[in-house]
Each structure stands twice: as structure tokens, then as C-alpha cells.
């Protein structure tokens, strides 16, 4: 097996040699520098597989190398040393495509850590467009979604928070445990947790553990989220309903590295890669003062936004296959397909609900369908006030999606019968809808009576 090779940018001769000998001790090779100059010249006459540098430098800054180190044909992981709290430069680097930060004083058990994490990346290679890797779970040709596979490659073989922003339902967590599944951290817990389904008493103990008789009720031991997922990825769904007491605490957790549990006198190093997301406009409540702008510029520090799914209408009927294939695999039954009606019904329709409630409006049509296909009527989509398939943009403070969708369908069906004086049979034809697909809305929404 090769030997690892190390490059330690520091003109501090204390520095480098603490550096030295504990990546020695690791079994890792290592050659110094102490300036940018020396390291350029060290990286153009040999192979690394690993670079330790220090941000402030004699003829430059850690920056220009990790520019340097991004710039060649195969970069190679760099991580930077910054000074105590200096937090807004590690962001900096870890934007230009530093893999992670370690602050001085240098905690060697974090640097040892940070070294095996590195080293664990496979040598990367150029994943082509036509890849297909992963494809059964992150389907879609569009553009939209080959940049996205191919931003998941890349943020993988980084330690960066990453904030995934997109409609509820297009695929956050999805991509989550992709970055995740790619990552040095794939073999360590993924842990995830929606941020909204927590009583706001209960958050701190949940994120970060607490001692027995902390509080009343805290009967023994608990570990909280962030030591579940120790040496893996921890991703925070629904971040934007963090009450602002907890923000102040999860911001410490990621700045320091460290966690107190309830009832500790001690902080205890955690090694997570945190990844958050949320359907809010996180960036709106920095603006009105409900989300803390320093904690949402540390998580934000690499930003992937998810397109809703009728912006890649394309993307639908391969969606419908892969869907409906599992669906009936479930289900012992045999795979249906759908007429040209209605898989030209779905590809204009506007999925507020995204990917989710394409699944969803699938699993009832196979419910329901009789025949050889899934007809326009089976597929039971909401419908406006004029006859026509689609909805509004959703308004998540209105209430949920499916509240939403069933009220926009009952008022559709009232307006229908009462412009027809309630014969059914025309109601259901101006809608477009057969009879017996008007009847089971009319039970389904209590209008039957």
C-alpha cells in the first residue's frame, strides 16, 4: 500500500514540526514548506496527497494556495489553520474548495481526525455526463439535474456546511444523504431530523444530550443528535424553525466544534459534517430578524438550490416509470402505463407538491385505474375554476399541501354544480371528468350530500 504523502505550509518552525511529527506518528510522509513560493514549487515537482497550510504566510495567504491547489488537474484536499475565531476566513476557504479548517491552538486529536477524513477521498476522477451511478435515485436528463449530480460529486469530497434550499418535496434530504453516501464519512452515521417536529423545550437536550438529573424527567444518560452522528453527517431539515436560543448554541456547536450537554460543566469535541435545508426563504428571515445572520452565513457556506418539478417538466416521465415500477413491485401487481392523456396531463400540471405528490397522485391512480392503463380520470387531479388541470402557486402559512389542494378542488366542484343546478352528470362533464372519477370526489370532499 502507498505511503501517504503530506504537504505542511507553515513559517512557523514550531508549527511545522508539531505538524510533522504527529502526521509521522500517522504513518504519513511528509516535506515542508514555509512559504507560498516553496510550497508552488513543491506541488509542481511531486505528487501529494494532502496539504496542511497555515493562512497567513511571508509572501502571501493560505487562499492563493488553495486557488493554486484548485486549479490543478487533480486537486488534492487542503486544509487550512486559521487564528482562534477567525471564522469568516475558514468560511472564505472552504468556499474557494478548502476540504475543512482547524484553528490554533492546534488540537491534535481534531487534526488527526481531519488528516484520516482527508485521506480517505479516493483520487478524483471526472464522472462523465452520461454517468448513470446514480441515477435510479436522483433521476432526470434535464440540465438542471446533471449540474446537480455533478455539484453532489464535488461538495462530497468537501467538509463545507452545505444549505439545501428548495420546495417541499423536491428532494432535500434525498441529496443530503447522497453528499453523504459519497463522502469520506460515507461508513459513519447519517443523521437527520426535522427541526420543526421537536418541542422547543426539548431541542437542547435532543441536539446535544444531557446528564442525568439535569432536569426533571432526565432519569439517566442521554447522548443528543450531534454525538449520534459522530464521525458522519448530521442534517438539519426545517432549519428555519430553530427557535433563536438554540440558533446561539448551534452556531457555538459548529464555530468551536465542541458541544455541552444539559447539565455539563465540560464541552465535549464532536467531528460531524453538518448539512442544513429548509422550503422557507432563509435569507427573507435574516432580513426581518427571525434567523440569526451569522448563524445563516455559517451554514450557508456552500448554497444548492433543488428546481421544483415543473421546471423540469422533462424529468416527468422517467420519473412515472421509476415510480410506478416500485410501486407495483410493492404492491405484487403488474406495472400499468399511462395513455397519452394522461402523461400529457401530468407533464403540464404544476406538482406544488413536487416529486412527493407525483408519487402520491401515482400511488392512488394505481388504486384506482381499471383496464390496461392509467386513463386522465384515474390520475384524480385538482382542477381550477375554469376546467383546467393545475393550482396556484402553495402558500406553506395557509396550512398543509393537502388541505390546500382539497380546498381548491371543492370550491372547483362547487362552482361546477352550482352552475349546472346540481346535475351531477353536467357538473362532472364541465370539469372533464367522468362520472364515476366525479362521484369519488364528491365522497371523498363530503359533497355527495
Known sequence: MKTPVALIVDDEPDIRELLEITLNRMSIQTHCAENLASANALLKQQLFDLCLTDMRLPDGNGLELVDFIQAMPSPIPVAVITAHGNMDTAILAMKKGAFDFISKPVDLSVLRQLVSNALKLSQPADIPENDRRMRHILLGESIAM?????????????????????????????????????????????????????PHELMESEFFGHKKGSFSGAVSDKKGLFQAAEGGTLFLDEIADLPQSLQVKLLRAIQEKKIRPVGEHQEIPVNIRLLSATHRNLAGMVQDGSFRQDLYYRINVIDLHIPPLRERSADVPLLIEHTLSKLAAATST?????????????????????????????????????????????????????GAVGVPDYDPAKGSLEDYLEDIERKAISVALEENRWNKTAAAKQLGLSFRSFRYRLKKLNLDN
Not at 452545505?162 to 420546495?167: C, D
Not at 447522497?178 to 437527520?192: E, K
Open 334 to 386: 403488474v406495472k400499468p402505463s399511462l395513455s397519452t392523456g394522461a402523461l400529457t396531463a401530468l407533464q403540464r400540471y404544476h406538482f406544488p407538491g413536487n416529486v412527493r405528490e407525483l408519487e402520491n397522485i401515482l400511488e392512488r391512480a394505481l388504486a384506482l385505474y381499471e383496464g390496461k392503463h392509467i386513463e386522465v380520470d384515474d390520475l384524480n387531479l385538482p382542477v381550477n375554476n375554469n
Open 146 to 198: 446533471r449540474e446537480i449530480r455533478s455539484k453532489i460529486s464535488k461538495l462530497a469530497r468537501s467538509q463545507a456546511p452545505v444549505y439545501i434550499s428548495g420546495e417541499s418535496g423536491s428532494g432535500k434530504e434525498l441529496v443530503a444523504r447522497l453528499i453523504h453516501q459519497q463522502s469520506s464519512r460515507s461508513g459513519q452515521p447519517f443523521v437527520a431530523i426535522n427541526c420543526g417536529a421537536i
